[in-house]
Each structure stands twice: as C-alpha cells, then as structure tokens.
C-alpha cells in the first residue's frame, strides 16, 4: 500500500521563480492553488526568487525558472512552467 503512504507523507516543495514578471507570478498562484486543493494541510511550499537570490540557480541547478521540485517523498521530480496543466502537476508530485 505505497499510495497510502505516499498520502499521508508531507509534500515538500520548492519553486524558482524570476521576480514579479508574469510568469512567476502565475507559476506562485498556480503552485499555490494545486496545493490547496491537492495537498491541503501536509504541503511545504518554499518560493524562492532568483532575481533576489541568483546564486541558488547555480547551486540548485536551475537553468529555466519558474521550475517547481518536489524534494520529498523521493524520488525528486522537477516541474518546469508556469503549472497551468493542473493534472500534469498533481501526477508528477504524487496526487491522484
């Protein structure tokens, strides 16, 4: 029973983003939205602006933001986008 695990573990989450450019702004409501309705209560979403912080590109990876990570439950999935394909989204960081 791995999906009931999965279910009950908490989400953790982390989203680059570049400023306030439209893009990032739909991504942080997007992500914030699935996380609402898909996750409610056992989700960590941490933002983290790249125009602010440029150096967590390199040390993290991230080379085309807005790119959403889900850190745990592993394995680690990385979502790159604005998150407008909502089903997408959920699959990809274990929802269903």
Same mark, same amino acid.
């Given at each position: 029973?791995? $999906?009931? &695990?999965? !279910? *009950?573990? !908490?989400?953790?989450?982390?989203?680059?983003?570049?400023?306030? $450019?439209?893009?990032?702004?739909? &991504?942080? &409501?997007?992500?914030?939205?699935?996380?609402?309705?898909?996750?409610?209560?056992?989700?960590? =979403?941490? +933002?983290?602006?790249? =125009?602010?912080?440029?150096?967590?590109? =390199?040390?993290?990876?991230?080379?085309?933001?807005?790119?959403?990570?889900?850190?745990?439950?592993?394995?680690?999935? !990385?979502? +790159?986008?604005? !998150? *407008?394909?909502? +089903?997408?989204?959920?699959? &990809?960081?274990?929802?269903?």
């Amino acid at each position: 029973m791995p $999906a009931v &695990a999965i !279910r *009950s573990t !908490r989400l953790v989450l982390r989203l680059y983003v570049a400023g306030k $450019a439209p893009n990032s702004l739909l &991504a942080i &409501a997007n992500a914030n939205a699935i996380c609402a309705e898909h996750f409610a209560s056992r989700h960590d =979403l941490e +933002v983290i602006d790249l =125009l602010r912080h440029p150096g967590r590109a =390199l040390e993290d990876g991230i080379i085309v933001t807005p790119t959403l990570i889900k850190l745990s439950p592993l394995p680690v999935q !990385r979502v +790159v986008g604005n !998150r *407008s394909d909502t +089903v997408q989204v959920v699959l &990809a960081l274990g929802g269903g």
